[in-house]
Each structure stands twice: as structure tokens, then as C-alpha cells.
């Protein structure tokens, strides 16, 4: 199967991004109970324009993939690894991924999304 380095970038965005909105939505339940800080409202408010940053990146992936008829289905999770399906213009490929591999670069794209630093895929 052919893919081109935009539609990987579109691929691990549909794996990674919503991961991200998962995270990021537990931190702000634990940032709104926590007594730790004295001003919660700038730390809730910087979350949630990064949750609305990776929700509207997660969206234009989507589009991507609905127009270029790509799909990735989450075949579950054995042991350290997960499996993915992807299917793209027909084709079919199986993708594992290694579980500590995933966390780093969910780790790592949080950090990007967090500093403002996120670059649009490679075109």
C-alpha cells in the first residue's frame, strides 16, 4: 500500500489525538477537584483551548481521511502492544505499536500542543 508522508502524518494524528483529548480531559477534572492551587481558572483555561486545538486538528484529519478514504479502527490491546487496522483506498494493513512507544509520543505531542509548538503535517 502506497502512503505518502501526509497521510502517515493523518494516520498517527487519528491514532495519537484523541489519546491527547483523553488525557487532557482527566487533567482538567484533577486541576478543578485539586486544592493545590490557589488560581485554578488560567491552568483550566489554557487546557481547554488546547483540547479545542487538538479537537479542530483531530476534525481536519477526520476530513482528510473521509475524502481520501482512509480509516483507523483500534483492534485492541494484548500485553505491551496495540493493534491497529488500517484501511486506506481499499487496502489493508495491520500496524502494532509498541505500548511504552506510544506513550512517549503521546508524551511528546503533548508537550508541542502545551508550548504552542504543533506544526501542520509535512504537505
Known amino acids: 500500500m502506497l502512503t505518502t508522508d ?3 502524518a493523518i494516520i498517527e494524528n487519528a491514532i495519537y489525538l484523541p489519546m491527547l ?12 477537584s485539586s486544592s493545590q492551587f490557589k488560581i485554578k481558572q488560567p491552568y483550566l483555561n489554557h487546557v481547554e483551548s488546547v483540547i479545542r486545538t487538538i479537537q479542530r486538528d483531530l476534525s481536519k484529519a477526520k476530513k482528510y481521511m473521509h475524502d481520501n ?9 494484548e500485553g505491551t502492544f496495540t493493534d491497529y487496522l488500517i484501511i486506506q483506498r481499499g487496502y489493508e494493513g495491520k500496524r502494532k505499536y509498541f505500548n511504552p512507544v506510544l506513550k512517549t509520543r503521546s508524551e511528546e505531542l503533548l508537550n508541542e500542543y502545551l508550548l504552542n509548538r504543533k506544526s501542520d ?3
Open 21 to 32: 483529548i483523553i488525557i487532557l480531559n482527566r487533567d482538567l477534572k484533577v486541576i478543578e
Open 69 to 77: 478514504k482512509i480509516k483507523v479502527e483500534k483492534m485492541g490491546t
Open 6 to 8: 501526509y497521510d502517515e
Open 121 to 123: 503535517p509535512p504537505s
